[in-house]
């Protein structure tokens, strides 16, 4: 990668608040920007937790907490383990009482890595949320999660305390993509160029990558053609990394309304023959799975690869007979969406939720 001093200077952010948040779905080089901000930091404590599944055993997350609060200070280990292992389905208030006592012996600014908070309990997030709120000013949290942990942003944003990066902050501009696209192919992007791959990526960090990696696949012949090739690879990562997460409903919605180029919640019901369309679409846009940029799906290789043409493995069946009942569910969605366009208006108000142009 390369250096994003701009993105960085977003993270530093913490030294002015109790919290920063970086908010961003898969590829959006959120580690990155943590992990460049604090090779840089002036800090001379440092502490990094990467959280996942197993971390919902408490006397688990517990452990992995002193562990990594003991690379900044190896004493603070001895005196909180020693009432860890009372702890049930929580962290003990104990354990949370004395490392707080830990913290508040720092002489130094800590910074505070949690990564992926969103993947353990929200009853473990509620307990390390205590951390959070009742820490000395003097240790800085970073937080980084592909939705919205449950943590008390709220108050801790009327307080002036918290300051959030979302993947807007994180997208490629021009300038960035071109420097990329020259640090791993080796070729020298015009704007022009530079500007079609920011519009075809949406300036999605991994996405860009992928492009600038078949750039160099195919040298320096043709850098346009070279960037529309990139949709199979961006496919194969969006099936790995985002929609193999989703729930087999959600990929079932998705490859259904993959047909148009507006998520409109009355019109997927109508095309998917169900009731809870709105119901999808604010929980995907409450997690960012979505792609919801200004482009339509063929004009946008994210887009399409999450919602457009090419619907990535949730649809590539074995046999014959399969792939026929596939290209028929397409079919009938074509033909609910064409008939949803020639109904006449409709005279009582619309339900709430957003329209996703995609």
Not at 15 to 39: C, D, M, N, Q
């Amino acid at each position: 990668m390369i250096p994003r001093q701009r993105v960085s200077e977003l993270v530093a952010e913490v030294w002015h608040h109790r919290l920063v948040t970086v908010i961003a779905p898969a590829g959006y080089g959120k580690s990155t920007a943590i992990a460049e901000f604090l090779r840089d930091t002036p800090a001379q404590r440092k502490a990094w937790l990467s959280l996942d599944e197993r971390d919902a055993d408490p006397v688990r997350l517990g452990r992995h907490l002193l562990a990594a609060l003991e690379e900044a200070s190896p004493a603070i280990g001895d005196a909180v383990a020693a009432v860890l292992d009372g702890a049930s389905n929580r962290l003990d208030d104990r354990f949370t009482d004395a490392l707080l006592e830990q913290l508040w012996q720092f002489r130094d600014d800590l910074v505070f890595v949690l990564e992926d908070v969103d993947r353990v309990d929200a009853s473990l997030v509620a307990d390390l949320s205590r951390l959070v709120l009742e820490a000395p000013t003097h240790v800085h949290f970073v937080v980084s999660a592909r939705a919205d942990p449950s943590l008390p942003t709220a108050r801790l944003r009327s307080r002036g305390d918290l300051f959030e990066i979302r993947a807007d902050d994180l997208r490629f501009t021009n300038a960035e993509t071109q420097a990329l696209v020259t640090a791993v192919a080796g070729v020298d992007l015009t704007a022009d160029a530079a500007a079609h791959l920011g519009r075809r990526t949406e300036g999605w960090p991994v996405v860009v990558h992928l492009a600038a990696l078949s750039l160099a696949d195919r040298g320096r012949s043709d850098p346009l053609l070279a960037i529309d090739a990139t949709e199979r690879n961006i496919v194969d990562y969006l099936s790995a990394e985002i929609l193999a997460l989703e729930s087999a409903d959600v990929r079932s919605f998705l490859q259904d309304t993959s047909v148009l180029a507006v998520l409109d919640p009355d019109m997927c019901d109508f095309v998917t023959q169900r009731s809870d369309s709105a119901r999808i679409l604010d929980d995907l846009n409450r997690r960012g799975s979505s792609s919801r940029g200004s482009m339509t799906p063929r004009r946008s290789i994210a887009a399409t690869a999450c919602c457009g043409s090419s619907w990535p493995k949730t649809c590539n069946p074995a046999t014959p007979s399969a792939r026929r009942h596939c290209a028929d569910e397409r079919r009938s969605g074509h033909s609910n969406a064409a008939r949803w366009r020639q109904q006449p208006a409709i005279s009582s108000p619309p339900r709430t939720g957003p329209a996703w142009p995609i």
